[in-house]
């Protein structure tokens, strides 16, 4: 009976010591900023010695709800299409000497790598002088690379769930946008549109407006530009 209850006890301890090396988790952080039906980002983490882990994650990416513009010429009527996709991997080391526990509790710094695909497709009504009105469909193509170094912590409590937060995150990013119209129109009105959804996306994208200033679209319908990049992420996941 003694024995009995000393594998026991022993086998209890070993579970309490037990590290969990698995993440899934889920990003609530873009969502709340571009919707919770347009941003749904899942990961997974994976401890691959003592201190250090690799994850990834991917899932759906799409612009937020554009809000109606009027130029001079052009009204936006609505969103034909929205979609996109978001793929991101980064490469962490726990920090030993300043974490009280094993990976993957504790704070952590590494290298990381995003990439961002959006694409909408727009329906736009021009009015002409003489009292006509013609329908103008664009197609936007937004996509965003950014390679960085990540500063963190991930807490994990009642040894399964986690909450990683990504609390500075800096790093250069490739820029490019990519505006096609179906229709031919005058040089004037083409850069009208242009002016309209690059105003757009500033609008709805923190930090665009300089990254954009005083950019101007190419002849092919183009703007790409390199510069400053920026993560900060919220995640909440389950240990296994």
Do not use: C
Not at 65 to 83: A, R
Not at 168 to 181: E, Q, S
Request: glycine share 8%; hydrophobic share 35%.
């Amino acid at each position: 009976a003694f024995i009995l209850n000393l594998a026991g006890v022993y086998g209890q301890d070993n579970s309490k010591d037990k590290q969990y090396k698995n993440v899934i988790r889920y990003n609530i952080s873009n969502p709340l900023l571009f919707g919770f039906d347009r941003y749904v980002v899942l990961g997974y983490e994976r401890v691959i010695n003592d201190n250090q882990s690799i994850s990834i994650n991917v899932g759906r990416a799409s612009l937020p709800k554009l809000v109606t513009i009027n130029t001079d010429s052009f009204h936006l009527n609505k969103d034909t299409k929205n979609s996109g996709y978001n793929l991101s991997i980064d490469y962490r080391f726990y920090l030993q000497k300043e974490n009280k526990y094993a990976a993957p509790h504790g704070i952590y710094i590494g290298p990381f790598y995003s990439y961002n695909h959006f694409d909408r497709d727009n329906s736009w009504t021009l009015n002409h002088e003489n009292g006509n009105n013609e329908l103008v469909t664009t197609n936007t193509k937004f996509d965003i690379q950014t390679f960085g170094f990540e500063l963190g912590y991930q807490f994990v409590f009642w040894k399964r769930l986690t909450l990683d937060l990504v609390l500075v995150g800096p790093g250069v990013a490739d820029y490019k946008l990519k505006t096609t119209i179906d229709q031919d129109l005058a040089a004037d009105n083409k850069q009208q549109l242009q002016d309209a959804i690059e105003q757009l996306l500033t609008q709805k994208f923190p930090g665009m407006n300089y990254v954009f200033a005083d950019k101007e679209f190419k002849a092919d319908g183009t703007i790409g530009t390199w510069s400053v990049g920026y993560r900060y992420l919220i995640h909440v996941g389950f240990a296994f």
